[in-house]
């Protein structure tokens, strides 16, 4: 089993930037796929980004291509997901994941993943 613990979220000006930490427990976390969700009032969990085992493998959603940034360091179990140029429509709960599927592709879809972090929120003004 694998733990997860977000932290980073706030308050932050449009334009502004943020970066997200996941701290994942065990010894495992080289092995997981991991992602990062977010959910906004009245909308569904959507993927925001994953990436592979290795991060020699991203994925980011259309709507945050090119402002973010989803890296890891399995040294430090740890998983990052660094938003610039943030926009009030990024305004959201934000949860890190894992899944021990080796397949960025099978990652894609969030009914693979098995653990999931408590959350935290990022809120953007304009």
């Known amino acids: 089993q694998v733990q997860l613990v977000e932290s980073g979220g706030g308050l932050v000006q449009a334009g502004g930037s943020l970066r997200l930490s996941c701290a994942a427990s065990?010894?495992?976390?080289?092995?997981?796929?991991m992602g990062w969700f977010r959910q906004a009032p009245e909308k569904g969990r959507e993927l925001v980004a994953a990436?592979?085992?290795?991060?020699?493998?991203?994925y980011y959603a259309d709507s945050v291509k090119g402002r973010f940034t989803i890296s890891r360091d399995n040294a430090k179990n740890t998983v990052y997901l660094q938003m610039n140029s943030l926009k009030p429509e990024d305004t959201a709960v934000y949860y890190c994941?894992?899944?021990?599927?080796?397949?960025?592709?099978?990652?894609?879809?969030?009914?693979?993943?098995?653990?999931w972090g408590q959350g935290t929120q990022v809120t953007v003004s304009s």
């Open positions: 994941a894992a899944t021990r599927s080796p397949s960025i592709r099978v990652g894609l879809s969030s009914t693979v993943y098995a653990y």
């Open positions: 065990g010894r495992t976390f080289s092995r997981y796929t």
């Open positions: 990436i592979s085992v290795s991060g020699g493998s991203t």
